[in-house]
Nanobody, 114 residues
């Protein structure tokens, strides 16, 4: 099992930035890639970005391309999601997923509003 702790969410104005972090502990050797997902009220959870276990981005949803960047620090077993030029439609609970063991973090709320 891998335990994931997310942080970095909050309230930000449109056009602002946030950086989410997801720190892993436990059986981290079983992780083969990372994913960030989000779920807005009344909507299904959607995949936002994927990175290899070394933190190299391999996928972005069309809605966040050019604005979000996924990266990782292998030594710290931590993955990040840098979110720039935030829009109100980015408002959601963001979840980190350790692929392989398929463990999830508790989620962190991101609210984009003026």
């Amino acid at each position: 099992q891998v335990q994931l702790v997310e942080s970095g969410g909050g309230l930000v104005q449109p056009g602002g930035s946030l950086r989410l972090s997801c720190a892993a502990s436990g059986s981290t050797f079983s992780i083969n890639s990372w994913g960030w997902y989000r779920q807005a009220p009344g909507k299904q959870r959607e995949l936002v970005a994927v990175a290899s276990v070394r933190g190299v981005a391999t996928y972005y949803a069309d809605s966040v391309k050019g604005r979000f960047t996924i990266s990782g620090d292998n030594a710290k077993n931590t993955v990040y999601l840098q979110m720039n030029s935030l829009k109100p439609e980015d408002t959601a609970v963001y979840y980190c997923n350790a692929r392989g063991p398929n463990n999830w973090g508790q989620g962190t709320q991101v609210t984009v509003s003026s």
